[in-house]
């Protein structure tokens, strides 16, 4: 399995064994709620009735 | 050094060197962010040359809805203080702090479509406290939110980088970092 990556400047790795030891212990102490998102999708235009005889 | 005032037709390379490409706000450094990067360290972008910068992020966006965090050097660390200050599109107002955490956590936020980040830092490269001051935008619809940061680190720690890590597992695609010094006379 892949560990995630970093950026470093320019040069883009993979965490080390020790930078992902330290990530997964940080993800698994962190209490701060994630935000909620909200549906941000605008409602659609309404279909052209059709018309009636 | 005093604002020059030009009365000859020449400019010499030097007038120009001193007076016209020196501004005010002055380019230090950028980074391009790549894809899907779970953090971002902006190496070189503190020096004696100046005691305050302005950090921005621009055109680039976060895997998900999220905070995004920000810390001294490379690695997390201790004695981050700051409180937000934000009011929602209700008009409700929106508060946050960090009290003594590893990072600062309630700069500002982003999501799938839009991720900036605009904030000074005051004397990150000197023996000194680090503070600083973030613009706090929370795209969210209906709770979306916007305000101000407001933060230091209780240390005297001289860094020479800072580091963009968005919340969780959440990762930054795209857009720049460029960092400005505020010029000294």
Same mark, same amino acid.
């Given at each position: 399995?892949?560990?995630?990556?970093?950026?470093?400047?320019?040069?883009?790795?993979?965490?080390?064994?020790?930078?992902?030891?330290?990530?997964?212990?940080?993800?698994?102490?962190?209490?701060?709620?994630?935000?909620?998102?909200?549906?941000?999708?605008?409602?659609?235009?309404?279909?052209?009735?059709?018309?009636?005889? | 050094?005093?604002?020059? /005032?030009? *009365?000859?037709?020449?400019?010499?390379?030097?007038?120009?060197?001193?007076?016209?490409?020196?501004?005010? #706000?002055?380019?230090? =450094?950028?980074?391009?962010?790549?894809?899907?990067?779970?953090?971002?360290?902006?190496?070189?972008?503190?020096?004696?040359?100046?005691?305050?910068?302005?950090?921005?992020?621009?055109?680039?966006?976060?895997?998900?809805?999220?905070?995004?965090?920000?810390?001294?050097?490379?690695?997390? *660390?201790?004695?981050?203080?700051?409180?937000?200050?934000?009011?929602?599109?209700?008009?409700?107002?929106?508060?946050?702090? @960090?009290?003594?955490?590893?990072?600062?956590?309630?700069? /500002?936020?982003?999501?799938?479509?839009?991720?900036?980040?605009?904030?000074? #830092?005051?004397?990150?490269?000197?023996?000194?406290?680090?503070?600083?001051?973030?613009?706090?935008?929370?795209?969210?619809?209906?709770?979306?939110?916007?305000?101000?940061?407001?933060?230091?680190?209780?240390?005297?720690?001289?860094?020479?980088?800072?580091?963009? @890590?968005?919340?969780? =597992?959440? /990762?930054?695609?795209?857009?720049?970092? /460029?960092?400005?010094?505020?010029?000294?006379?």
């Amino acid at each position: 399995m892949s560990k995630p990556v970093i950026q470093i400047g320019d040069e883009i790795r993979e965490m080390t064994d020790e930078e992902y030891a330290a990530y997964q212990e940080r993800l698994a102490n962190d209490t701060l709620p994630a935000l909620i998102p909200e549906s941000s999708v605008e409602e659609s235009a309404p279909e052209t009735p059709e018309p009636t005889e | 050094m005093a604002v020059k /005032t030009f *009365g000859s037709e020449r400019l010499t390379s030097t007038d120009i060197n001193t007076y016209l490409t020196n501004s005010g #706000l002055v380019y230090v =450094t950028s980074v391009n962010v790549g894809t899907g990067v779970s953090s971002v360290t902006v190496p070189n972008a503190f020096s004696a040359t100046y005691d305050a910068y302005k950090i921005i992020w621009t055109g680039g966006t976060i895997s998900s809805l999220a905070l995004i965090f920000c810390y001294m050097g490379s690695s997390t *660390g201790t004695a981050y203080y700051g409180a937000r200050s934000s009011g929602n599109v209700a008009g409700s107002f929106v508060g946050g702090g @960090d009290n003594n955490t590893a990072y600062w956590q309630f700069m /500002t936020a982003g999501n799938t479509n839009t991720a900036f980040m605009e904030f000074d #830092l005051f004397n990150p490269y000197l023996a000194t406290v680090t503070s600083v001051r973030s613009i706090y935008s929370e795209p969210n619809g209906a709770s979306s939110a916007y305000g101000t940061y407001g933060g230091y680190v209780n240390n005297t720690t001289s860094y020479t980088s800072f580091t963009l @890590d968005p919340q969780s =597992t959440t /990762t930054m695609t795209g857009g720049t970092i /460029t960092v400005y010094g505020y010029r000294k006379a």
